[in-house]
């Protein structure tokens, strides 16, 4: 059975990052990653901020996804630079999610120099804060910055995982489901207009969902698994936060980004 392994923040090990990479398991899960007095202040300040839309109004997110900006470069890191204001007042007092990850990371590879990505005098948004309210879902999708970010300079990274923040639960839906397919490039011809790809594609492959996660769990998955949200229910939000950790093998490097 396919299944993700729960860890506690000081249980995770190198080996089970690798199982991520090799395709072992399907994600890995921090319980307690934050408290709820966290969540519940972030949650607060999210609400209070001002947010922009993705998929034509269909998401609400904070902070720009580089995905969306494959060929409009300099519009990211504008918005990058813009939503760093809002990032500063969310987490002000707080520490910084990206921070807290790079800590428990320092710990698996000590070699390893840690830092939000940069390009030239730009910076990257360190990640993207998305809410998705009542009726709304994420449809069967990869994330692959070698292949969607070819004009951005972190596509030469290794390897690549992506960190998902719980920090809202829904009342209902909103589960995480994980399929063991790695994107081809000839999937393209399964790719949707404006966003993810048919379900058509995934059908026949084994899957995890996982439904059981809590306010401050922290996930993480190789994005080069295709993966969606189920359709969110109730009046609460699921509110998450995302970035992604881009592996340069050579130079023992980690750079995260959004």
């Avoid at 063991?180 to 995890?208: A, C, H, P, Q, T």
Wanted: hydrophobic share 35%.
């Amino acid at each position: 059975m396919w299944s993700p392994i729960v860890v506690k923040k000081p249980e995770l090990s190198k080996i089970q990052l690798e199982g991520l990479f090799s395709g072992k398991i399907p994600a890995i899960i921090l319980r307690s990653f934050v408290d709820d007095a966290y969540c519940e202040t972030v949650t607060r300040r999210i609400i209070d901020s001002n947010h922009d839309d993705f998929q034509n109004g269909k998401l609400n997110h904070i902070g720009p996804f580089l995905m969306a900006y494959s060929t409009k470069k300099k519009e990211y890191f504008e918005k990058a630079q813009f939503a760093k204001k809002t990032f500063d007042e969310i987490f002000f007092d707080l520490e910084d999610p990206s921070k807290k990850i790079f800590r428990i990371l320092s710990g698996l590879f000590p070699k390893h120099s840690m830092r939000i990505a940069q390009e030239y005098q730009n910076n990257y948004s360190p990640y993207v804060i998305r809410i998705h309210k009542n009726g709304k879902s994420i449809p069967v999708h990869k994330d692959r910055v070698s292949y969607e970010g070819k004009d951005y300079s972190l596509s030469d990274i290794a390897k690549q995982l992506s960190c998902i923040l719980h920090i809202q639960k829904s009342e209902k839906g909103g589960d995480l489901i994980i399929y063991k397919k790695n994107w081809e490039k000839s999937d393209e011809k399964f790719r949707n207009i404006d966003f993810g790809y048919g379900s058509d594609l995934v059908s026949s492959s084994e899957s995890s969902k996982i439904s059981n996660l809590r306010v401050g769990d922290l996930v993480i998955i190789n994005p080069n698994n295709y993966h969606e949200v189920t359709t969110i229910y109730g009046k609460l939000s699921r509110i998450t936060l995302g970035m992604f950790l881009g592996f340069y093998t050579k130079r023992q490097e980690i750079v995260a980004w959004a």
